[in-house]
């Protein structure tokens, strides 16, 4: 079964606290993951992709296949952080997206 | 360009009206989606679109119907409304080949019904 896991509905962490986002997944090929954000009343906006192995925004993701996860990390969270993120696994024709996870960013 | 457009961006039913929820890109995407977003059970899928002519059902495609004539669109109709289906709905769209390509979201329609 394609599934994708964000065990974490809500997150809170101080200002330049280290963040962690879990995801995890079941998916039986070779997985495509995205992490998405969306900012209060705002569409979701593509925030990583696995494979392009970049650093937006200071937040980084690395796929571990041995464990089939995709966490989403950043050394030193910021106020503008606050958001939901999503975690999601491309299928075969349509995207599996996890349930979210809020973060929040205390001052 | 503009992207995924969506309209209307606030909507109000009441139970049993019937509605259409507009989605149009201008990206020449070949798949289109729509999902509903809701508190604690993310994002949903309720059907999608692989080209023009070609529609399947996700996971929630109970009393929703699409259909896509063209590349461009991809409307939403709900038959009947319920107060079930108070809720956000995106509309996303990708290109059909390419690996690591993203969907593309809009900017959502908040329909209540009453």
């Known amino acids: 079964a394609q599934r994708v896991t964000q065990p974490e509905k809500l997150l809170s962490v101080f200002k330049g606290a280290p963040v962690e986002l879990k995801c995890n997944y079941s998916?039986?090929?070779?997985?495509?993951l995205f992490w998405y954000v969306q900012y209060s009343r705002q569409r979701l906006q593509l925030l990583l992709r696995?494979?392009s192995r970049e650093s937006i925004k200071g937040f980084t993701a690395d796929l571990n296949k041995g464990e089939t996860s995709f966490h989403l990390k950043k050394p030193f969270a910021q106020e503008e952080d606050s958001a939901m993120y999503y975690c999601a696994l491309r299928g075969t024709y349509k995207y599996i997206f996890g349930t979210g996870t809020r973060l929040k960013v205390l001052a | 360009n503009a992207g995924v457009t969506q309209t209307p961006k606030f909507q109000v039913l009441k139970t049993g009206q019937s509605m259409t929820l507009q989605c149009a890109q201008d990206m020449n995407h070949e798949y289109m989606s729509w999902y509903r977003q809701d508190p604690g059970m993310g994002l949903r899928l309720i059907h999608y679109?692989?080209?023009?002519?070609?529609?399947d059902q996700g996971e929630v495609p109970n009393g929703y119907n699409v259909s896509r004539s063209t590349t461009e669109d991809f409307p939403l109709r709900l038959l009947s409304a319920a107060p079930s289906q108070t809720s956000v709905y995106f509309c996303a769209s990708r290109p059909g080949t390419g690996v690591g390509q993203p969907q593309h979201f809009g900017d959502g329609t908040r329909l209540s019904i009453l």
């Open positions: 998916y039986s090929g070779s997985p495509e």
């Open positions: 679109s692989v080209g023009a002519g070609i529609t």
């Open positions: 696995h494979i």
